[in-house]
């Protein structure tokens, strides 16, 4: 059905004019969005390119079989019936802000607010083909378990896990997920009695990867990098990928039978020539309403948007989460004519807990200071449960928790 035909209806049914809204993205900060929209009584259109779900911050757990793909996936379709919002699937192919409407496939979608929550490319690398993620595309997290299996069924081997930087924004690095992933590796062949015959190493470009955690977050990880045998190397540039290892730009090589490796975001390609402001690093421009500079009607949220603030700023689905909520609130001030605004920076700030397969470690960091909190087994369950209450809070089937 035509979408733009459907709202000319809801119209003349209401004897009103409704406004349209679409939200782009069907991740963290465009669900939430679309969420918090309908609870304003808009009707609202989600736009993905897929047709579930994701919950990244349980897919370290797909590569070491202890979680199924399907168990981290919520089909959209039942997110959509949970809250009511109208559900497009498909890619978008072009934004043309000045005439408020988007291309999504062969379809042409009108709107009267438009909310950019589609996250962000990747930095792309030479012989990138060599090495395998997860923060990308969701299967991927599948062909690296294939991949991992299939050099335990060796018996022996040499595993790297890294993450990288964008030179042009900082606030995109991945890196708490790839410390996971390799403290889970580490577990599961501990569990396998394996380990002796495994080395593991992760590696950066950056010098101090992890520091914007806090020192005293970074001093906690050397420490459990070194109990656990795990070799650092780290302050050299990235020259590029090979079949059996990385290549650094003093001319060493880190040699690796399977190299795990989370690139840097980038901003989003089909965005150039948009007529949208885009910063070096091509990341949407917006105020701290989430409002995109230069569009009454166009909001940012989550990994395509540039944030300001703080040298440690990062991009994570909670701060997603609240750019998406401050962004539904002055849609609807904007909507009704009141002068409330609400800011994102007021919510700046790093939450994880950090998996390591048999425990964990609760990380905060905000202006005043960095907290790193060891939760041995507990932790491990704790993260468990959020991933459970997860999915049945965003399908209403228990009541949410404000801020979580």
């Avoid at 906690?220 to 650092?232: E, G, N, S, V």
């Avoid at 228990?398 to 979580?404: C, E, K």
Wanted: positive net charge; charged residues 25%; hydrophobic residues 40%.
């Amino acid at each position: 059905m035509d979408v733009g035909h459907r709202w000319a209806r809801h119209e003349k049914n209401r004897g009103e004019i409704v406004k349209r809204i679409v939200v782009l993205g069907g991740g963290f900060g465009g669900l939430e969005c679309a969420i918090h929209l309908r609870k304003f009584k808009y009707d609202v259109t989600l736009v993905s390119d897929r047709d579930y779900f994701y919950i990244y911050p349980l897919s370290i757990w797909i590569p070491t079989g202890e979680s199924e793909f399907d168990s981290v996936c919520i089909p959209l379709d039942k997110l959509r019936q949970a809250h009511g919002f109208d559900f497009v699937l498909g890619p978008v192919s072009a934004i043309e802000p000045h005439e408020n409407q988007i291309a999504v496939g062969n379809e042409t979608l009108q709107y009267d607010y438009l909310v950019l929550a589609f996250g962000a490319d990747k930095v792309q690398h030479e012989g990138q083909e060599y090495f395998h993620s997860i923060c990308g595309k969701p299967e991927d997290a599948l062909v690296l378990k294939k991949e991992l299996d299939r050099l335990m069924s060796r018996g022996s081997g040499r595993i790297a896990v890294g993450f990288g930087g964008n030179p042009k924004d900082r606030t995109g690095v991945r890196g708490g997920p790839a410390f996971e992933l390799l403290f889970n590796i580490d577990h599961l062949l501990r569990k396998k009695r394996m380990r002796d015959q495994f080395t593991l190493t992760f590696f950066a470009p950056m010098p101090r990867p992890g520091i914007r955690l806090g020192e005293k977050a970074l001093g906690m990880m050397d420490k459990m990098l070194a109990r656990l045998d795990i070799t650092k190397w780290v302050g050299t540039k990235i020259e590029a990928f090979e079949p059996d290892g990385v290549l650094f730009a003093d001319g060493s090589k880190l040699e690796s039978d399977l190299t795990l490796f989370i690139p840097a975001n980038a901003g989003k390609r089909m965005l150039r020539g948009s007529g949208l402001p885009l910063t070096e690093a091509g990341f949407v421009k917006i105020n701290d309403d989430c409002q995109v500079e230069g569009f009454e009607n166009v909001y940012a949220v989550g990994d395509i948007a540039n944030i300001d603030g703080p040298d440690w700023r990062a991009k994570q689905g909670h701060l997603a989460e609240a750019m998406a909520r401050i962004a539904a609130f002055n849609i609807h001030a904007q909507v009704s004519g009141s002068a409330k605004r609400k800011g994102y920076q007021a919510h700046m700030n790093i939450v994880c807990v950090l998996d390591t397969g048999n425990g964990a470690a609760f990380v905060h960091r905000n202006d005043k200071r960095g907290v790193i909190l060891p939760l041995p087994i507990v932790g491990h369950w704790l993260k468990k449960a959020w991933g459970l209450y997860c999915k049945l809070s965003k399908l209403k089937r228990i009541p949410r928790i404000p801020g979580l």
